[in-house]
């Protein structure tokens, strides 16, 4: 999968538990400032769900902005059988 197709798929997601369009979504700002903590974890719940991944406690730790998660999305991917 392509990180468009990725960008793509997480955009409904985020937009299930915010208020942000797609451009807002995908300009690069800290997702701290779009959700708080119990809120990014259903929304991993999601990710994971969708994807068919499991997302470790400390891959989330470095999770900053979307395109982090679809950087660890696409390795990930890359590391299923």
């Known amino acids: 999968m392509q990180k468009n197709e990725i960008r793509q798929a997480l955009v409904p997601i985020f937009q299930r538990y915010t208020a942000c369009t797609e451009q807002e979504?995908?300009?690069?700002?800290?997702?701290?400032h779009l959700v708080d903590s119990?809120?990014?974890?259903e929304i991993?719940?999601?990710i994971e769900e969708r994807f068919g991944i499991t997302i470790q406690d400390d891959?989330?730790?470095e999770i900053r902005t979307v395109e982090d998660v679809v950087e660890g999305?696409?390795?990930l991917l890359t590391r299923k059988p």
């Open 59 to 61: 891959e989330m730790k």
């Open 38 to 41: 119990m809120t990014f974890l």
């Open 73 to 75: 999305i696409e390795v």
């Open 25 to 32: 979504l995908l300009a690069g700002g800290p997702l701290e």
């Open 44 to 46: 991993v719940f999601d």
